[in-house]
Protein backbone atom coordinates (compact mmCIF):
# COMPACT_ATOMS: atom_id res chain seq x y z
CA UNK A 1 0.00 0.00 0.00
CA UNK A 2 2.64 2.37 0.73
CA UNK A 3 4.39 1.60 -2.59
CA UNK A 4 1.32 2.27 -4.32
CA UNK A 5 0.94 5.89 -2.62
CA UNK A 6 4.49 6.49 -3.52
CA UNK A 7 3.88 5.89 -6.77
CA UNK A 8 0.87 8.04 -6.86
CA UNK A 9 2.63 10.81 -5.62
CA UNK A 10 5.55 10.67 -7.82
CA UNK A 11 3.13 10.33 -11.11
CA UNK A 12 1.28 13.34 -9.84
CA UNK A 13 4.81 15.52 -9.08
CA UNK A 14 5.61 14.50 -12.74
CA UNK A 15 2.18 15.62 -13.87
CA UNK A 16 2.24 18.86 -11.92
CA UNK A 17 5.73 19.72 -13.44
CA UNK A 18 4.73 19.01 -16.90
CA UNK A 19 1.56 21.24 -16.16
CA UNK A 20 3.82 24.39 -15.25
CA UNK A 21 6.45 24.03 -17.72
CA UNK A 22 3.55 24.33 -20.55
CA UNK A 23 2.60 27.25 -19.05
CA UNK A 24 5.88 28.43 -18.58
CA UNK A 25 6.69 27.82 -22.26
CA UNK A 26 3.14 28.27 -23.82
CA UNK A 27 1.19 30.99 -21.72
CA UNK A 28 -0.78 32.27 -22.22
CA UNK A 29 -2.84 29.17 -22.93
CA UNK A 30 -6.41 27.36 -21.47
CA UNK A 31 -6.74 24.20 -19.33
CA UNK A 32 -7.68 22.62 -22.37
CA UNK A 33 -5.31 23.21 -24.40
CA UNK A 34 -2.80 22.05 -21.61
CA UNK A 35 -4.61 18.64 -21.62
CA UNK A 36 -4.15 18.33 -25.51
CA UNK A 37 -0.42 19.16 -25.48
CA UNK A 38 0.41 17.26 -22.50
CA UNK A 39 -1.93 14.44 -22.69
CA UNK A 40 -3.49 14.39 -19.49
CA UNK A 41 -7.50 14.33 -18.96
CA UNK A 42 -9.28 17.64 -18.43
CA UNK A 43 -10.03 16.89 -14.67
CA UNK A 44 -6.58 16.11 -13.73
CA UNK A 45 -5.73 19.44 -15.49
CA UNK A 46 -7.70 21.18 -13.53
CA UNK A 47 -6.95 19.67 -9.89
CA UNK A 48 -3.63 20.59 -10.99
CA UNK A 49 -3.41 24.19 -12.45
CA UNK A 50 -5.65 24.89 -9.44
CA UNK A 51 -3.37 24.23 -6.78
CA UNK A 52 -0.25 25.83 -8.99
CA UNK A 53 -2.97 28.76 -8.55
CA UNK A 54 -2.91 28.57 -4.78
CA UNK A 55 0.71 28.24 -4.56
CA UNK A 56 1.27 31.65 -6.56
CA UNK A 57 3.29 29.76 -9.20
CA UNK A 58 0.67 30.69 -12.13
CA UNK A 59 -2.26 32.91 -12.87
CA UNK A 60 -5.19 33.49 -14.07
CA UNK A 61 -5.91 36.35 -16.74
CA UNK A 62 -8.99 37.39 -19.26
CA UNK A 63 -10.50 35.20 -21.28
CA UNK A 64 -9.14 34.07 -24.46
CA UNK A 65 -10.12 33.31 -27.86
CA UNK A 66 -13.58 31.32 -28.34
CA UNK A 67 -13.26 28.48 -30.69
CA UNK A 68 -17.26 28.20 -31.06
CA UNK A 69 -18.12 27.94 -27.41
CA UNK A 70 -17.47 29.43 -24.03
CA UNK A 71 -14.48 31.74 -24.19
CA UNK A 72 -11.43 29.69 -22.16
CA UNK A 73 -10.24 31.37 -19.13
CA UNK A 74 -6.25 31.57 -19.84
CA UNK A 75 -3.40 31.09 -18.10
CA UNK A 76 -0.03 32.30 -17.22
CA UNK A 77 3.16 31.92 -15.46
CA UNK A 78 3.66 34.17 -12.13
CA UNK A 79 7.25 35.28 -12.83
CA UNK A 80 6.76 37.96 -9.91
CA UNK A 81 6.66 35.49 -7.37
CA UNK A 82 10.28 35.47 -6.52
CA UNK A 83 13.74 36.42 -7.30
CA UNK A 84 16.89 34.86 -8.49
CA UNK A 85 20.32 36.30 -7.72
CA UNK A 86 22.90 35.36 -10.00
CA UNK A 87 26.88 36.52 -9.55
CA UNK A 88 29.55 36.28 -12.49
CA UNK A 89 33.00 35.99 -10.96
CA UNK A 90 35.49 37.46 -13.29
CA UNK A 91 39.60 37.36 -12.85
CA UNK A 92 38.98 41.52 -12.72
CA UNK A 93 35.10 41.95 -12.08
CA UNK A 94 32.41 40.97 -10.40
CA UNK A 95 28.88 40.91 -11.78
CA UNK A 96 25.33 40.54 -9.35
CA UNK A 97 22.07 40.48 -10.98
CA UNK A 98 18.50 39.82 -9.46
CA UNK A 99 16.11 38.78 -11.95
CA UNK A 100 12.15 37.68 -11.95
CA UNK A 101 11.71 33.53 -12.19
CA UNK A 102 11.64 34.09 -16.33
CA UNK A 103 14.93 35.46 -16.27
CA UNK A 104 14.19 39.22 -16.95
CA UNK A 105 16.79 41.47 -15.29
CA UNK A 106 15.54 43.13 -11.88
CA UNK A 107 18.87 44.73 -11.02
CA UNK A 108 22.42 44.99 -11.26
CA UNK A 109 25.61 45.55 -9.75
CA UNK A 110 29.27 45.31 -11.26
CA UNK A 111 32.18 46.08 -9.45
CA UNK A 112 35.99 45.82 -10.25
CA UNK A 113 38.01 43.24 -8.67
CA UNK A 114 41.60 44.13 -7.71
CA UNK A 115 42.21 41.25 -5.35
CA UNK A 116 42.14 37.20 -5.99
CA UNK A 117 42.16 36.35 -2.41
CA UNK A 118 39.39 33.92 -1.26
CA UNK A 119 38.32 35.70 1.80
CA UNK A 120 38.27 39.10 0.19
CA UNK A 121 36.26 37.77 -3.08
CA UNK A 122 34.26 36.12 -0.79
CA UNK A 123 33.25 39.18 1.36
CA UNK A 124 32.97 40.99 -2.06
CA UNK A 125 29.97 38.46 -3.12
CA UNK A 126 28.05 38.99 -0.08
CA UNK A 127 28.36 42.40 -0.25
CA UNK A 128 26.67 42.30 -3.74
CA UNK A 129 24.38 39.56 -2.47
CA UNK A 130 23.06 41.63 0.41
CA UNK A 131 22.78 44.90 -2.00
CA UNK A 132 20.72 42.97 -4.09
CA UNK A 133 18.41 41.18 -1.51
CA UNK A 134 17.87 45.37 -0.70
CA UNK A 135 16.79 46.28 -4.52
CA UNK A 136 14.19 43.16 -4.46
CA UNK A 137 10.42 43.96 -4.29
CA UNK A 138 7.81 42.13 -2.33
CA UNK A 139 6.91 38.76 -3.50
CA UNK A 140 5.62 35.41 -2.44
CA UNK A 141 8.87 33.18 -2.39
CA UNK A 142 11.56 36.18 -2.20
CA UNK A 143 14.95 34.82 -2.61
CA UNK A 144 14.61 31.76 -4.15
CA UNK A 145 18.63 31.30 -4.69
CA UNK A 146 22.03 32.27 -5.53
CA UNK A 147 23.74 31.23 -8.38
CA UNK A 148 27.45 32.13 -8.53
CA UNK A 149 29.78 31.58 -11.94
CA UNK A 150 33.59 30.37 -11.52
CA UNK A 151 36.42 30.64 -14.00
CA UNK A 152 37.48 27.23 -13.67
CA UNK A 153 36.72 23.39 -12.91
CA UNK A 154 33.98 23.26 -10.48
CA UNK A 155 32.42 19.50 -9.32
CA UNK A 156 29.20 18.48 -9.15
CA UNK A 157 29.27 19.17 -5.45
CA UNK A 158 30.09 22.68 -5.93
CA UNK A 159 33.35 22.61 -4.69
CA UNK A 160 36.03 24.98 -6.80
CA UNK A 161 38.76 22.34 -7.68
CA UNK A 162 40.86 24.80 -9.42
CA UNK A 163 40.72 28.44 -10.72
CA UNK A 164 43.88 29.23 -12.26
CA UNK A 165 43.45 32.79 -12.82
CA UNK A 166 42.33 33.41 -9.83
CA UNK A 167 45.02 31.10 -8.12
CA UNK A 168 42.53 29.14 -6.29
CA UNK A 169 42.40 25.26 -5.23
CA UNK A 170 40.05 23.06 -3.92
CA UNK A 171 38.17 25.94 -2.41
CA UNK A 172 34.52 25.26 -0.65
CA UNK A 173 32.10 28.29 -0.48
CA UNK A 174 28.58 26.79 -1.12
CA UNK A 175 27.83 25.88 2.41
CA UNK A 176 29.27 29.14 4.12
CA UNK A 177 26.59 31.06 1.69
CA UNK A 178 23.19 29.29 1.84
CA UNK A 179 23.86 29.00 5.77
CA UNK A 180 24.63 32.98 5.58
CA UNK A 181 21.30 33.73 3.64
CA UNK A 182 19.67 30.52 4.35
CA UNK A 183 18.39 29.88 -0.13
CA UNK A 184 19.99 27.05 -1.97
CA UNK A 185 23.03 28.23 -4.09
CA UNK A 186 24.58 26.57 -7.01
CA UNK A 187 28.25 26.82 -8.12
CA UNK A 188 29.03 26.37 -11.44
CA UNK A 189 31.58 26.76 -14.21
CA UNK A 190 30.95 30.16 -15.71
CA UNK A 191 31.21 29.14 -19.27
CA UNK A 192 28.40 26.32 -18.52
CA UNK A 193 26.59 28.78 -17.18
CA UNK A 194 27.12 31.15 -20.21
CA UNK A 195 26.27 28.23 -22.08
CA UNK A 196 22.65 27.58 -20.35
CA UNK A 197 21.98 31.20 -20.54
CA UNK A 198 22.47 31.92 -24.38
CA UNK A 199 20.68 28.84 -25.21
CA UNK A 200 17.24 29.78 -22.82
CA UNK A 201 17.47 33.43 -23.27
CA UNK A 202 20.22 34.14 -25.81
CA UNK A 203 21.41 33.51 -29.44
CA UNK A 204 20.75 30.05 -28.83
CA UNK A 205 17.32 29.03 -28.01
CA UNK A 206 17.06 27.58 -31.90
CA UNK A 207 19.32 24.76 -31.82
CA UNK A 208 19.88 22.06 -29.38
CA UNK A 209 23.51 21.47 -29.79
CA UNK A 210 25.87 24.11 -28.96
CA UNK A 211 29.68 25.06 -28.33
CA UNK A 212 29.38 28.60 -26.05
CA UNK A 213 33.30 29.88 -26.31
CA UNK A 214 33.38 32.68 -23.43
CA UNK A 215 36.45 34.69 -24.13
CA UNK A 216 37.57 36.85 -21.28
CA UNK A 217 40.79 36.61 -19.35
CA UNK A 218 40.49 33.14 -19.93
CA UNK A 219 38.74 31.20 -22.03
CA UNK A 220 35.88 28.16 -21.04
CA UNK A 221 33.61 26.42 -23.21
CA UNK A 222 30.03 25.72 -22.47
CA UNK A 223 28.93 22.59 -24.02
CA UNK A 224 25.06 21.65 -24.97
CA UNK A 225 24.28 18.22 -26.70
CA UNK A 226 21.01 17.67 -27.60
CA UNK A 227 19.06 20.51 -25.72
CA UNK A 228 21.04 19.71 -22.26
CA UNK A 229 23.71 21.39 -20.89
CA UNK A 230 26.82 18.70 -20.84
CA UNK A 231 29.21 19.23 -17.97
CA UNK A 232 31.28 15.50 -17.76
CA UNK A 233 31.18 12.89 -15.44
CA UNK A 234 32.88 15.03 -12.59
CA UNK A 235 30.89 18.19 -13.54
CA UNK A 236 34.30 20.25 -15.26
CA UNK A 237 34.26 19.60 -19.01
CA UNK A 238 35.04 22.07 -21.23
CA UNK A 239 38.32 23.53 -20.31
CA UNK A 240 39.39 23.78 -24.13
CA UNK A 241 41.23 26.67 -22.85
CA UNK A 242 43.84 24.28 -21.79
CA UNK A 243 43.96 22.49 -24.84
CA UNK A 244 47.71 23.04 -26.79
CA UNK A 245 47.74 24.45 -29.52
CA UNK A 246 51.08 25.77 -29.86
CA UNK A 247 53.89 22.99 -28.49
CA UNK A 248 56.22 24.26 -25.97
CA UNK A 249 54.32 28.15 -26.28
CA UNK A 250 53.66 30.21 -24.24
CA UNK A 251 53.75 29.31 -20.27
CA UNK A 252 49.92 29.22 -18.69
CA UNK A 253 48.49 29.85 -15.21
CA UNK A 254 46.87 26.05 -15.58
CA UNK A 255 50.85 24.71 -15.63
CA UNK A 256 51.39 23.53 -18.90
CA UNK A 257 52.43 25.66 -21.93
CA UNK A 258 51.07 26.42 -25.83
CA UNK A 259 47.37 26.76 -24.15
CA UNK A 260 44.87 28.21 -26.71
CA UNK A 261 44.02 31.12 -23.80
CA UNK A 262 47.46 32.17 -24.42
CA UNK A 263 46.83 33.21 -27.82
CA UNK A 264 43.29 33.98 -28.07
CA UNK A 265 41.77 35.65 -24.67
CA UNK A 266 40.90 38.99 -23.47
CA UNK A 267 44.34 38.35 -21.52
CA UNK A 268 45.88 37.42 -24.74
CA UNK A 269 44.48 40.71 -26.30
CA UNK A 270 46.24 42.83 -23.59
CA UNK A 271 49.67 41.57 -23.91
CA UNK A 272 49.92 41.77 -27.89
CA UNK A 273 48.46 45.42 -27.50
CA UNK A 274 51.67 46.57 -24.74
CA UNK A 275 53.59 45.72 -28.30
CA UNK A 276 51.98 48.40 -30.39
CA UNK A 277 51.87 52.54 -29.71
CA UNK A 278 48.15 52.80 -27.92
CA UNK A 279 47.49 56.51 -27.69
CA UNK A 280 45.43 58.05 -24.31
CA UNK A 281 46.93 55.03 -22.51
CA UNK A 282 50.22 53.68 -20.72
CA UNK A 283 50.82 49.99 -21.02
CA UNK A 284 49.21 49.39 -17.75
CA UNK A 285 45.73 51.30 -18.42
CA UNK A 286 44.96 49.22 -21.33
CA UNK A 287 41.88 47.85 -21.30
CA UNK A 288 39.79 45.89 -23.92
CA UNK A 289 37.65 49.06 -23.81
CA UNK A 290 39.64 51.54 -24.77
CA UNK A 291 40.96 48.92 -27.72
CA UNK A 292 37.57 48.67 -29.05
CA UNK A 293 37.23 52.57 -29.20
CA UNK A 294 40.45 52.86 -31.19
CA UNK A 295 39.17 50.46 -33.54
CA UNK A 296 36.02 52.22 -33.97
CA UNK A 297 38.39 55.14 -35.00
CA UNK A 298 40.29 53.30 -38.02
CA UNK A 299 43.13 52.52 -35.82
CA UNK A 300 45.00 49.80 -38.62
CA UNK A 301 46.86 48.56 -35.90
CA UNK A 302 45.06 48.09 -33.12
CA UNK A 303 42.14 46.17 -36.04
CA UNK A 304 44.86 43.93 -37.24
CA UNK A 305 45.35 43.12 -33.78
CA UNK A 306 42.11 42.16 -33.21
CA UNK A 307 42.39 40.00 -36.91
CA UNK A 308 45.28 38.35 -35.28
CA UNK A 309 43.29 37.42 -31.93
CA UNK A 310 40.49 36.49 -34.00
CA UNK A 311 42.49 33.89 -35.97
CA UNK A 312 43.37 31.96 -32.56
CA UNK A 313 40.06 32.15 -32.05
CA UNK A 314 39.10 30.20 -35.35
CA UNK A 315 42.25 27.99 -34.59
CA UNK A 316 40.51 26.04 -31.08
CA UNK A 317 37.01 26.67 -33.06
CA UNK A 318 38.11 24.48 -35.98
CA UNK A 319 39.30 22.33 -33.35
CA UNK A 320 36.45 21.76 -31.53
CA UNK A 321 33.89 21.70 -34.73
CA UNK A 322 35.88 18.41 -36.04
CA UNK A 323 35.36 17.31 -32.46
CA UNK A 324 31.64 18.06 -31.74
CA UNK A 325 30.17 18.58 -35.36
CA UNK A 326 27.73 21.40 -33.18
CA UNK A 327 24.87 23.06 -34.65
CA UNK A 328 26.06 26.44 -33.44
CA UNK A 329 29.39 28.05 -32.13
CA UNK A 330 27.91 31.22 -29.72
CA UNK A 331 30.88 33.70 -29.01
CA UNK A 332 30.56 35.52 -25.65
CA UNK A 333 32.04 37.21 -22.70
CA UNK A 334 33.87 40.25 -22.72
CA UNK A 335 35.60 39.51 -26.19
CA UNK A 336 32.41 39.56 -28.22
CA UNK A 337 32.44 43.72 -27.51
CA UNK A 338 34.83 43.62 -30.41
CA UNK A 339 32.49 41.41 -32.91
CA UNK A 340 33.03 43.57 -35.61
CA UNK A 341 37.03 43.09 -35.87
CA UNK A 342 36.93 39.40 -34.97
CA UNK A 343 34.20 37.92 -37.11
CA UNK A 344 35.58 38.36 -40.24
CA UNK A 345 39.15 36.22 -39.04
CA UNK A 346 37.40 33.63 -37.38
CA UNK A 347 34.93 32.93 -40.51
CA UNK A 348 37.63 33.12 -42.74
CA UNK A 349 40.07 30.25 -40.62
CA UNK A 350 37.06 28.14 -40.22
CA UNK A 351 36.47 28.03 -44.19
CA UNK A 352 40.08 27.42 -44.70
CA UNK A 353 40.51 24.90 -42.70
CA UNK A 354 37.45 22.74 -40.35
CA UNK A 355 36.32 19.51 -42.70
CA UNK A 356 33.97 20.38 -44.98
CA UNK A 357 31.01 18.44 -43.95
CA UNK A 358 30.92 19.60 -40.46
CA UNK A 359 30.64 23.72 -42.13
CA UNK A 360 26.88 22.32 -43.69
CA UNK A 361 24.74 24.18 -41.11
CA UNK A 362 26.72 25.36 -39.32
CA UNK A 363 25.65 28.83 -37.85
CA UNK A 364 28.66 30.46 -36.16
CA UNK A 365 27.76 34.30 -33.94
CA UNK A 366 28.31 36.31 -30.89
CA UNK A 367 26.40 36.03 -27.94
CA UNK A 368 23.24 38.22 -27.44
CA UNK A 369 23.58 38.65 -23.66
CA UNK A 370 27.06 39.28 -24.09
CA UNK A 371 28.77 40.20 -20.60
CA UNK A 372 25.58 38.95 -18.44
CA UNK A 373 25.14 35.06 -20.49
CA UNK A 374 27.09 34.09 -17.42
CA UNK A 375 24.82 35.57 -14.83
CA UNK A 376 21.92 35.15 -16.36
CA UNK A 377 22.64 31.18 -16.47
CA UNK A 378 23.26 31.07 -12.83
CA UNK A 379 19.83 32.27 -12.40
CA UNK A 380 18.13 30.13 -14.64
CA UNK A 381 19.68 27.04 -12.50
CA UNK A 382 18.76 28.37 -9.39
CA UNK A 383 15.44 29.13 -10.70
CA UNK A 384 14.81 25.42 -12.41
CA UNK A 385 15.85 23.93 -9.01
CA UNK A 386 13.46 25.98 -7.23
CA UNK A 387 10.42 24.97 -9.26
CA UNK A 388 12.01 21.12 -9.16
CA UNK A 389 11.89 21.06 -5.40
CA UNK A 390 8.70 23.20 -4.92
CA UNK A 391 6.19 21.40 -7.02
CA UNK A 392 5.16 18.71 -4.94
Not at 16 to 39: C, F, H, M, W
Not at 121 to 144: N, T
Not at 318 to 330: A, R
Amino acid sequence: MTILTGNQQLVKQINKTLVLETILNEAPISRADIAQKVGLNKGTVSSLVNELIEEQLIYESGPGKSSGGRRPVMLLFNEKAGYSIGIDLGVNYILGILTDLKGHIVAEIQKKLSVTGVEQVKQMMIAIIEDLIRSAGQSHYGIIGIGIGIPGMVNNDGEILLAPNLGWKNVRMKEEIENRFQVPVIIENEANAGAYGEKLYGAGKEFDNILYVSAGIGIGVGVILDGQLFTGSGGFSGEMGHTIIIVNGKECSCGSRGCWEQYASEKALLEEAKNIPIPYADKDSISIELLVELAKEGNEEVINLFKKIGAYLGVGINNMINTFNPEQIIIGNRLAMAKDWLEESITHFVKSHTIPFHQQDLSITFSQLTTHSTAVGVCALSIENFLKTNVK
